[in-house]
Nanobody
Framework: QVQLVESGGGLVQPGGSLRLSCAASGIIFNLYAMGWYRQAPGKQRDMVAVITSGGSTSYADSVKGRFTISRDNSKNTVYLQMNSLKPEDTAVYYC?????????WGQGTQVTVSS
């Protein structure tokens, strides 16, 4: 079955950096679009960044210029490099895979930006 396992979350000070990883199994990874979403307490889950199977990327306006999504098809892994973190980036970050309208989700990893 499909498994998406996120890692790399934690507590970081404002202005700091984190890199999230999402290791996928059970799918032909290079055929899937991959994405990062986040959900803060009491809020809906929002798209942060997505990368297509061909490597095209798109970002939420709130993270453009600070976050970078990338993928390594040889490792079945998608990454989210987060720089210049702000307190409003605090959320649970979820990885997802999409192909032909079918979505799968990871369990999420907590990112807390606080001094």
């Amino acid at each position: 079955q499909v498994q998406l396992v996120e890692s790399g979350g934690g507590l970081v000070q404002p202005g700091g950096s984190l890199r999230l990883s999402c290791a996928a199994s059970g799918i032909i990874f290079n055929l899937y679009a991959m994405g990062w979403y986040r959900q803060a307490p009491g809020k809906q889950r929002d798209m942060v960044a997505v990368i297509t199977s061909g490597g095209s990327t798109s970002y939420a306006d709130s993270v453009k210029g600070r976050f970078t999504i990338s993928r390594d098809n040889s490792k079945n892994t998608v990454y989210l490099q987060m720089n210049s973190l702000k307190p409003e980036d605090t959320a649970v970050y979820y990885c997802n895979s999409v192909r032909l309208g079918v979505m799968n989700w990871g369990q999420g990893t907590q990112v807390t930006v606080s001094s």
